[in-house]
Each structure stands twice: as C-alpha cells, then as structure tokens.
C-alpha cells in the first residue's frame, strides 16, 4: 500500500515537474518575444496549478479548476472580449493600432526630384559587419561608413582588384556573392544610409536608390506631418486628418464609448426595422420550437409504447434528420423549395395545378423556413422526450388505470407534469439557440424576400443576428465590428431576459419534487 | 544567477541571429502550390532563401491575412483577387508594387484593377470574366442580339420538360445579372475627377440600367428565364441537356468538357439601347494576383521574387496550366491566345469592367441583390427596386 503511494506521489510530482519545466520554456520564450500580457496570464497559471497540487487545503479545487478554467476561457474572455471591442471603432481603415500605423507612416519615403539609382557591391568583415560601395551613374562611387556615405576613390590601393576589374575586397571585408547578398538582404534592407541631406536605401536586390521621408510623427501634439507638402495632419476619430479634412489611410483603433449602442438606438432606420424583425425572430423560434416539441413528443409517445413493432427500425430512420448535417440538409431543401424548379413545387403542380412562391412570398418563406427547421430540430426532441418518458414509473400508470383513468387523462396528468420538469429547461435553451439560428436563415433565405420599403437590408425572414450580420458587414466598408459587438451584445441582453422570463414563468429551474 | 543570465542572454543572441536568415512564406490556393514548390526549389538554389508555400482555400486567404499580419505572424506573400486591395489597402496591410520596367509585360486593366489609391499594390496573375457558354447541340446558331436570343428562348423554352434557352445564376446574384445592366450604361461606382472610384456616385438606377433590368423582369414574366437559380441549379439545368446557354465563367469549362457537353463559348447578346444603337453587355472583370504584406519583415526579397520568378513566361505559363484563365502577363497571353476558351472568353473581356475593388463595394451587394430578388418576384418595378437600393447603398455610405 506504501509502496503504491510512494509510486502515485512520484508520478504526481514527476508531471508536475515537466509541466513546470514546460511553463518556464514558454516563459522565457515570451520574454524574448515582449508579450508580457501572455506572460503574466502563463505566470498566474502555473503558481496556481503548484498550489493546487501540492497544497492540501486546495484539494476541492483540483476538481472544479479544469471547470472554471474552460469558463473562463470559453465564456467569461469572449464575453469580456466582444465588449471591449463593443467599446472601439473596430472596422475596415481601423484595424491597425496607433502605434503601427505610426510606424508604418514613418516608414515611407518618396522619391526626390533627382532620383537617383546606384548600383553597389556589399562586402562582409569577419566580425559580420556589413558595407557596401555605391556606384553612381555619374562615375562616382560612395563607401558606406556607420551611417553616412562618404565619397571614395576606388583607385586607392587598398581597394582589391578581382579579375573582372571590380573591387572584391577591402581591408578585412570580402565582397558578397549575389546568392550571400540574398542570405543579408533583410541586413541590407535596414540600412539607412544619409547622403548630403538625403536617404539612400535599398531600392530593389540590385540598387540602392535615394529617398526622402515623407512623413514625421510629432509627439508633443499627436500629429504627422507630410514632410514633401509640410501639412500637419492632426489624430481625429482614428484618422491622421489634415485641416480640410483629407484622411491618411491606414486609420487605427480607438476607443469611442458608447457610440456603437448609440448608432444602433437611435438610429432612425434601425428603430424602424426593430419592431418587425424582432416580431418575426420571436415567431421564428417560438414557432419551431412549439411545433418540434409536440412532433417530437408524439413520435416519442408513440415509440415508447412497447405494442408497436419494429420501434428501433422507426426511432433509427426518425433521427436521419438530426444525424445529417444541417448545413447540407439546408441547401437541399432550399433546393426543393424552389418555385419554377423544385420538387415540392411538381408534386404541387401535378396535384392541384397551382404553383406556390415559396422563399419568394414573405409567408410562404417564412412556412418554408419553420417547416424545415421543425424537421431538422424535432429528432432532438424525440430524444430528449423519449428518455423523459422512460424515467417516469410504470407503477404511476398501473395505479392510475386501476383508479379508471383514461389514456388522455393519464397523458394530461402524469406523463405531462413528469416530462416538463425534465424537458422546460430544455425547451427554453432551444429557443434561445433558434433566436441565434444564423445558419439556417442564411443557408435557406440570406433573409430574404427583401422588402420594398426598408430602411435597412432587414428582409422579410431575417431574424436580429442576420439582420445585424448584414449591417454590420454589408454596410459603410465593410467589417464594422466594433458596431457588430455592440449588437451582440443588446442581442445578448434580450435573449437573457426572455430566459429568465421563461424560466420564472415555467419555474423549470426550481425544486422538481414540488412539481410532482 | 549570473550563469542564468548568461543563458538567456545567449538564447538572445541566437535567436535574433536565427531571425536574420530570410525566409519567405507565401499563402497560396491549391491550384498554384504546386508551380510555387517547384519554383522555389529553384529559387533556393539560386539565392539559398528557402520559401515556404502554404496552401489555404481561397477564399479563406483574405480573412486569415487580415487576422494574421497585424500580429507579425502572416506570410509575406499572398495569392488574392483584386477586388480584395481596397480593403486590405486601407487597412494597412498591404506594400505598393514598383514595377520598374516590368510593367510593359502586364495588360494595362489588370494593373489598373490592382491599383488603390493611386498605388499598384498587387501583381497580376490571371484574369477571369464571363461570357456565354452553349450546348452545340441545343443552338444551331448564337444570337448576337437580344431580340434573337428572345425569339430562340420563345421556340425552344417549355418549363413543364423543363427547357429553357437561357439560364444564370439569379437567385439573387448580382454579379452575373451586371452584363444585363452594363450593356446601356450601367454602372456600380463612376469616375471622380482624379479617375479614382467616388463611392457617392451610384449608376445601378440610370437609363442604363434600367433598361437591361426591364429585360431581366420581362423574360421572367413571360417565363423565358426561370428565377430563383442558385450555382448548383445552373449546372443541373446546363449538364442535364435543359438549358441551351448558361452566362457563367472558366470555372464551368472544365465540368461542361466532363460533362460530355459540345460546347461553345460567345459573346452575352447586345442590347438595343434607347437611342437604338446596341451595346455589349460588360461584365465584371476579375483578376487575381500576387500581393506582399506591409508586415514583412523581407520586402525586397518578396518583390524580387514576384517580379523576377513569378513574372516569367515559364511561371505564368505553369500557372496557367494548371487553371487556365486569360494571363494578364502579355508575353505569355501571346503563348496561349490560340486557345479557343481563351480567346472567346477574353473577347467579352475586353469590353468588360473591373470589379470595384474599394472597400465602399461591401455596401452595394446586399442592396443590390434585394433589389434584383424584388424584381424577380414582381414585387417592384426595375426602377422602384433599383431607385431604392441606390439609396440604401448611398445611406450606409453616408453619402450626402
């Protein structure tokens, strides 16, 4: 028995120790790459999982960590996340920080009047120094010396002579061949040599060139200045913006409080699309849900029943639609519904000679949309009321026949309040992931039929997630995400709040036992 | 602890060192990996840069790049399309292009379709628009005007086989309903002064326009033109003998030959516009291409291997091999004009127009496509339908 503790101890300490030697790798690869963020996260990390192991007082914890550590990573940081993009202008021109984008301004350069080109040749001392010699078009050449270029005579004997008659060598620098000129180029790349006033820099593999700088970032009042036009371009709504307005692209990121819920709230045809959208979102996964439920459960009730023959056979071809994937089932049914091609409009058409507009009449798409999402969501209800069905007693059902009761009032007053407390809350998470339903909408209808008359994109079968899909990243330049979190997270709040409606209205999350 | 220091202190050092060697990574679509592994084999001999070559699905390179290079972590090449650079542009992820003498060798639009902001910021690779594409079979001869391709559709249609003579993607697609359009004037974003896209200047409503949309609502109306097709309907409809000519792309051609299909590529039918004359239907031209990263840290390395590798006749020639679409690098064109596919599609490509590649673009569609689906349904008249979605386009814009 010893023995075997002594063994688990070692294992324990033995994996904790490699974690450990783990997290001190990663840590110091973190400092090397600057991301101190990432660093304090790894730090807290590994302390807390020490503790937990090797202190006694923590043992609970050892297994509710990995819990509360898959909630803070999967629910509590996107959360905090998508709110903290809520608050910025993140969107197509602000992607950048300010920091980058002042770098990368700072990195331009624009060719002066006289541009010049030279040719060179890069040379290489062994202590890995590196200098080159330009050539002019004039015939003059420039040796590179720190950072400035200083005429030279390339006749000085110091300078070596290879057979072609260029210069191969010079004191202890040896020349590059092209394919070592390949392996330094981002040496090369870097350097910035001045000459009389000007910068001379690497133009293309073969040249260097001159250049000017075209913009100078002044910290004491946050601006660029255009250093070929001299106009100052001030820092305004994540934009270097001159005085008549011009902006410089790139733009980058900054915080604007609450001017994204503002836009959505106030927004006149936003406010004017709510209501109906919202209506139809709400219908949409009422609808489906009551409908999936009751087939679900009269499938479920009728399976359960042990005189029916071949259950299994029924159960296995009823779940099909649950077991194929819904992206796939989607488009095969926006297939068939559709009016000039679709089988379903055939069969119609053989049957009574009419045609329906499916997804192209408001109704009808809508009929079309809940019918399908019925079929591709009661085969979880079937599941979820079968095992509630079986979990109720057998004995509740004999006592009840004994007493007289009919079928329809054992159904209505022992399966009935049995099944709810078990299947309610059920109910409730699945109409809140139909109100999200995205996929569906926009595999079968994108939301359409559109609507003549709209303020916004909002069609006639989009639901609030679609509809904002749609402003938030088919309106202005594309990709508004500060404004997409923001309706996330309203569309957040007003699921959490019909939840918790439904939740006291139902009582499912109370005590079962006062159900009974 | 000085001996720990010591470490970290050389780990430094070898790192920074071990970062100086150049590597170029390149994001490229399956069709293209192939040419650019073998290309860099040679490159490597040549220079010793070694270049990596990841393949990601095309359509996934745009939204990968933007998450990836602001954080120093994306690849110093991608493989794109044009209509891609405004938004990238703007966003800041993207270095210009010099040429230098190189920009003889490229067709001038597809240069042009690069540009953004003045700046070239993208080498062209193959350009791609569409055209008709006809069962031999089903056509005894092509109608070069729309008033013939009507009296065709009104012989050969019948919807209860089903047959019909012509079939596109309209359910809603506005990219392939823009050569209706364009024939008479229509147009997504016109010209500002300087010759750059003004996103406030909106002609999906003109004269133009409306008259290729009438076309659209009267060939539904009289059931000449089924609506409501999606891709996978067309090519149903297409391979399956039911449609005599699709409006489709190069991207068809390869199933159509697989498909046991005779088929013929021509010019989409001329329109007669209000003043009588006809006008060809311009479609968009699309073009895809090389692109460097404003994030990599071996930018002269990655133009020099664009410019002087990729903008080779045998490079562009493999290219094209491997997915055939009109080159936009000229000397190679001349190699391949002699194929049939190439130059029918390329002759309805030189009347076409680039796709806009501004990022204001990402307003137009939706508004553009409701507006189509309004009028295929017969909810809204073209100009109704069309009036209101220049207006919603011009209200995301904030144009005043």
């Given at each position: 028995m010893a023995g075997r503790e002594v063994v688990a101890q070692g294992a324990k300490l033995g994996l904790l120790a490699l974690l450990d030697a783990a997290a001190v790798w990663a840590a110091v690869s973190l400092l090397l790459r600057g991301d101190h963020l990432l660093l304090a996260v790894l730090a807290a990390g590994a302390l807390l999982l020490n503790f937990v192991v090797l202190s006694r007082r923590a043992y609970p914890l050892r297994f509710l960590l990995p819990g509360l550590v898959f909630l803070f990573a999967m629910v509590v940081y996107p959360i905090g996340y998508t709110i903290n993009v809520s608050l910025t202008n993140l969107q197509t021109g602000n992607l950048l920080t300010k920091s980058q984008v002042i770098a990368q301004l700072e990195g331009r350069y624009y060719l002066p009047p006289d541009h010049a080109t030279f040719s060179y040749w890069a040379f290489r001392n062994p202590q890995g120094e590196l200098r080159v010699i330009l050539l002019a078009q004039d015939g003059r050449s420039y040796l590179s010396e720190g950072s400035q270029l200083l005429p030279v005579d390339l006749t000085d004997p110091r300078f070596v002579r290879g057979t072609d008659g260029t210069v191969v060598a010079f004191d202890d620098f040896t020349r590059l061949s092209l394919a070592q000129i390949y392996q330094s180029l981002p040496a090369l790349e870097r350097l910035d040599l001045m000459l009389e006033g000007v910068h001379v820099r690497l133009a293309t593999v073969r040249e260097f060139g001159t250049y000017l700088r075209k913009y100078e970032y002044l910290r004491d009042v946050d601006a660029i200045r255009d250093l070929e036009t001299g106009i100052v371009y001030t820092a305004r709504e994540g934009y270097f913006t001159s005085p008549d307005g011009v902006r410089i692209e790139p733009g980058f990121q900054i915080y604007v409080g609450f001017r994204n819920y503002l836009d959505v709230l106030t927004n006149p045809g936003i406010r004017a699309d709510f209501t109906r959208v919202f209506g139809w979102t709400v219908a949409w996964s009422f609808l489906t849900v009551f409908f999936s439920f009751w087939l679900g459960l009269v499938l479920a009730y009728l399976l359960n029943d042990p005189y029916v023959r071949g259950r299994f056979f029924y159960r296995s071809l009823l779940i099909i639609p649950y077991a194929m994937p819904a992206f796939i089932s989607a488009l095969v049914w926006a297939g068939l519904f559709?009016?000039?091609?679709?089988v379903i409009n055939r069969i119609i058409g053989e049957l009574f000679g009419t045609k329906v507009r499916w997804l192209q009449d408001p109704m009808w798409a809508r009929a079309a949309l809940i019918f399908i999402n019925v079929w591709l969501t009661y085969p979880y209800m079937m599941i979820v009321s079968l095992g509630a069905l079986q979990s109720i007693p057998k004995e509740m059902y004999e006592a009840a026949r004994v007493d007289g009761a009919t079928g329809w009032q054992r159904f209505w007053t022992i399966t009935m309040p049995l099944l709810w407390v078990s299947v309610a809350p059920l109910l409730i998470g699945s109409f809140a992931f139909t109100f999200n339903n995205f996929t569906i909408i926009w595999l079968v209808t994108a939301g359409r039929p559109a609507v003549l008359g709209a303020a916004t994109p909002a069609g006639a079968t989009d639901i609030l997630i679609s509809w904002t899909y749609r402003l938030a990243f088919e309106g202005d330049r594309g990709n508004q995400l500060g404004l997409a979190s923001a309706v996330s997270i309203i569309i957040f709040v007003i699921i959490a709040t019909i939840s918790a409606v439904n939740f006291r209205f139902t009582r499912a999350l109370e005590d079962v036992s006062r159900g009974v | 602890m000085k001996k720990l220091l010591l470490v970290v202190l050389g780990l430094t050092v070898g790192l920074a060192a071990f970062a100086q060697a150049p590597k170029l990574v390149i994001w490229a679509d399956d069709t293209r990996t192939p040419v650019l592994r073998d290309l860099a084999v040679e490159f490597k001999a040549i220079t010793g840069v070694e270049i990596e070559v990841v393949e990601i699905a095309f359509d996934q390179i745009r939204g990968q790049f933007i998450t990836a290079a602001p954080t120093g972590q994306g690849p110093d090449i991608i493989v794109g399309a044009h209509d891609w650079v405004g938004e990238l542009a703007a966003n800041g992820l993207l270095e210009p292009v010099d040429?230098?003498?190189?920009?003889?060798?490229?067709s001038v639009s597809s240069v042009q379709a690069f540009s953004y902001g003045g700046k070239n910021y993208g080498v062209p690779q193959g350009t791609e628009n569409i055209a008709i594409i006809y069962n031999k079979a089903l056509v005894p001869e092509m109608p070069k005007t729309w008033d013939e391709l009507l009296v065709f559709a009104r012989q050969i249609t019948d919807p209860t086989k089903p047959m019909y003579a012509l079939v596109f993607q309209?359910?809603?697609?506005p990219y392939h309903w823009f050569p209706m359009l364009s024939a008479c004037g229509g147009y997504v974003f016109g010209p500002d002064a300087s010759g750059a896209l003004n996103?406030?200047?909106?002609?999906?409503?003109?004269e133009g326009a409306l008259r290729g949309a009438q076309l659209f609502a009267d060939m539904i109306e009289e059931g000449l033109l089924p609506a409501g097709v999606s891709w996978d309907t067309m090519r149903a409809l297409f391979f399956g003998g039911n449609a005599a000519m699709v409006i489709s792309g190069p991207w068809l051609v390869a199933d159509t030959k697989a498909a046991g299909i005779d088929y013929g590529i021509a010019m989409i039918p001329s329109i007669q516009c209000a003043d009588g004359s006809y006008g060809v239907p311009k479609p968009f031209i699309g073009v895809q291409g090389f692109m460097v990263s404003a994030f990599s840290q071996n930018k002269l390395l990655a133009f020099d291997f664009l410019l002087n590798?990729?903008?080779?006749t045998d490079t562009m020639l493999a290219l094209y091999n491997r997915n055939p679409r009109p080159p936009a690098h000229l000397p190679t064109f001349e190699l391949v004009k002699s194929d049939p596919d190439i130059a029918a599609f390329g002759l309805q490509g030189q009347n076409g127009i680039p796709m806009?590649?501004?990022?204001?673009m990402a307003s137009v569609w939706g508004a553009w496509a409701d507006a189509q689906s309004l009028i295929a349904n017969g909810q809204a008249t073209p100009e109704q339908a069309l009036q209101e979605a220049v207006q919603k386009i011009k209200a995301a814009l904030k144009c005043p």
């Open positions: 559709n009016t000039d091609l679709g | 040429f230098g003498p190189k920009l003889a060798e490229f309209n359910g809603p697609d996103p406030c200047d909106v002609g999906l409503a003109n590798y990729i903008a080779t806009p590649n501004i990022p204001e």
